[in-house]
Structures are given as C-alpha cells and as structure tokens.
C-alpha cells in the first residue's frame, strides 16, 4: 500500500492513540477541576484497536504511541499493548503515562512490546509535586521510572511542563537528574486550549528562553533521528541522558508534522489543535470493514492544514489534552 501523504507532501508514520480519556490526576494545565465524563459510548475495545492500528500500519505508520487521559486507568492496557504490537508493520510502541500505575505494570507492558515510556513529572519537590497534580504521588511516579530503568526500556523519557513561576526554577534540577540517569527530560511548552486563556497568559514560558538557558549551561543540541518527534534535542559532556525542548510555537512545528491522532472514541483527528473530527468507529466493528476505512482515512487526509496556527491565536476545540490524547 502507498504511504500515506498530505497536499503538502508530508507522509505520515506516527499515530498517537488515546486508549483512556479519563484521568485520576489533575494537572493545573490540563484538568484542574479533575476528569468530568462526557462521554456515553465505551472506549475503543482491543479487536477495534487491533483493527484501527492494523490498517495505520498497513499504511507505514510503524510508530505507535498509547496516550490518554490516562492509559493505564485500563485494566486491559497490556492486552492493548499487545495487540498493538502485534499489528504486522509496526515497529515501535510507547507509552506516555503519569505513572502512578507504572512500578507495578512495566514488566508486562515490556512483555507485551512497549519499548518505551514518557512520564510526566512536573516537579521533583514532593510538595509542589501534588500542588501541580493533586496527588501526594511523587515517590510512587520516579519508583516506576526506576523500574523501567533497571527493566531495560530502549527509551526512557521525562515529560516536564515548565510553568512561569512555578516550576521554571527546576530547570537546572532536572537537567542535573540525567548527570547519572540514563533518561531523557524533555521540556514542553505550555499550550493555550480553548478553555484556559488567562492561566496560558500567566503561566507561558517561551521555549526560546529555555533553550538559551541550556545552551548558557552548556548543553548543545544534537542531530535529529529518523522517526524522532518535534522534540529538538540536547546532550551535555559528562550526561548520561539527555535533554530535548518542544517548541509547538516555533515557526517551522508543522513542517515536520509526520503524525495523526485517533481519540479513545475512534474520532481521526488530523491535528491537536483542528475544529474537527471525524469517526472511524463504524469501520472497526469487523474485519472485512477494514478496506473502507483505510478510503476513509485516505480521502480525509486531504482536508490537514498546512499549520496548526497556534502563533495566529489559533486555539482549536480542544478544551484540554486529557480530552484526545496529548
Ligand atoms: N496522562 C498522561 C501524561 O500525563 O503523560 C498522558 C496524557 S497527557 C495529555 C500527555 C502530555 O500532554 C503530558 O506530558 C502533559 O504534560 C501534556 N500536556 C497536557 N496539557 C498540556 C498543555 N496545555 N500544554 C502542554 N502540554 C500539555
Ligand atoms: Fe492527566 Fe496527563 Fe492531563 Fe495530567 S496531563 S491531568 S496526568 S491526562
């Protein structure tokens, strides 16, 4: 089957799956009233995944990452992990997690094919930990990366919000954790949702000034990878991990967009930041749907912008990540 490929040439290899809209945390920037269900239908089931992520693959998406809400809120997240895997083409599969599940689910998880993880860790002080989440859970969340560690994980990623004023003074403390730990920290930028226009404006840290402060601290970025993320990348002489900046401010962000999105509900949707979806749901009920839908996909690729105008004030109909999949 040909790649799949947008009206502006990009092709497309990276999907990123929400299993689990709902989330036990409650991050300030994300859920800071906590989960409030919506939804009415269940999530996707494991034979609809493993059919969704059978034709991705059969269209080189070999990169397949499991998100949330909180995927691990499922008590079948291994059984979808596995079958994600098992999907003939795909080469990759990683988690992105809050961790609080992760110590005791990560022998599994790697059993079922998951190579690598992301966690969000947005502070290493226990008590700001929980201001920002709402759950005393630090200890618990770095017990699970060391597990994944001593485990072997190919990757092993740290996913930091840095918030003016709250937390950009831990950048240094963060960089200073990969001195010994082979993991890597990468710095997010906040991103304004439709739903927290004043919090952005108060708490929005330009990635450019982080990197500054990286580079002041010694820290050179490094080449990108096939298949590497947005992320742009750093390492330090003397660091056994590394450090990576996403920037979805930055000019050039879509340039590179190589991903899409399907919701825990089944909804394609072409970007984090578009006004719509559509449902892939009715094509996954059985097997013999699975050429209609790979037309589907095909044909609604067409309408991807080119940008995801967030620097024009763009906003999307997102309300919070939590919501598709960050
Ligand atoms: N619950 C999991 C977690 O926290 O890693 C997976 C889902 S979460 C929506 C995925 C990532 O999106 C997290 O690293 C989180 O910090 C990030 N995120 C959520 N809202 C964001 C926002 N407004 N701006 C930037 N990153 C955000
Ligand atoms: Fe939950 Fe992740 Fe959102 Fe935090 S960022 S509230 S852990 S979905």
Redesign the pocket.
């Known amino acids: 089957m040909p790649a799949l490929a947008d009206n502006f040439g990009r092709t497309f290899h990276y999907l990123r799956l929400?299993v689990e809209d709902a989330?036990n945390?409650r991050?300030v920037?994300?859920l800071p009233n906590g989960y409030e269900k919506r939804e009415t239908e269940p999530p996707l089931s494991v034979d609809e995944i493993r059919r969704l992520v059978t034709v991705f693959a059969g269209m080189g998406f070999w990169k397949v990452r499991l998100?949330?809400?909180?995927?691990t809120l499922r008590r079948d997240i291994v059984d979808v992990a596995r079958a994600v895997a098992a999907a003939p083409g795909v080469r990759r599969v990683s988690l992105?997690?809050?961790?609080y599940r992760l110590a005791e689910l990560a022998p599994d998880l790697l059993g079922a094919g998951v190579r690598s993880v992301?966690?969000?860790v947005?502070s290493l002080d226990p008590a700001r930990f929980q201001e920002l989440t709402g759950h005393d859970k630090l200890p618990t969340v770095l017990a699970g990366i060391d597990r994944c560690l001593a485990l072997g994980f190919d990757a092993v990623k740290v996913?930091?919000?840095l918030l003016r004023d709250v937390n950009d003074g831990e950048l240094e403390r963060f960089l200073e954790w990969t001195r010994e730990t082979p993991l890597s920290v990468r710095f997010?930028?906040?991103?304004?949702?439709k739903t927290?226009g004043d919090f952005?404006t108060r708490r929005h840290l330009k990635a450019s000034g982080l990197v500054e402060r990286m580079v002041e601290a010694g820290w050179a970025e490094t080449a990108r990878e096939p298949g590497d993320g947005p992320a742009r990348r750093f390492s330090k002489p003397g660091h056994r991990g590394e450090a990576g900046v996403i920037a979805?401010y930055a000019a050039d962000f879509c340039s590179s967009c190589n991903r899409l999105r399907v919701t825990s509900r089944g909804r394609l949707r072409l970007c984090l930041f578009a006004e719509s979806e559509t449902t892939l749901r009715p094509w996954l009920a059985s097997d013999d749907r699975l050429p209609e839908l790979e037309a589907k996909i095909r044909e609604w690729i067409g309408r991807k912008d080119v940008s995801h105008y967030l620097p024009e004030g763009r906003v999307g109909d997102v309300r919070?990540?939590?919501m598709m999949?960050?």
């Open positions: 929400s989330c945390f991050c920037y994300c998100t949330g809400g909180e995927p992105s997690t809050n961790g992301n966690v969000s947005d996913n930091v919000v997010i930028e906040l991103m304004q949702t927290d952005f979805p919070n990540f939590a999949g960050g």
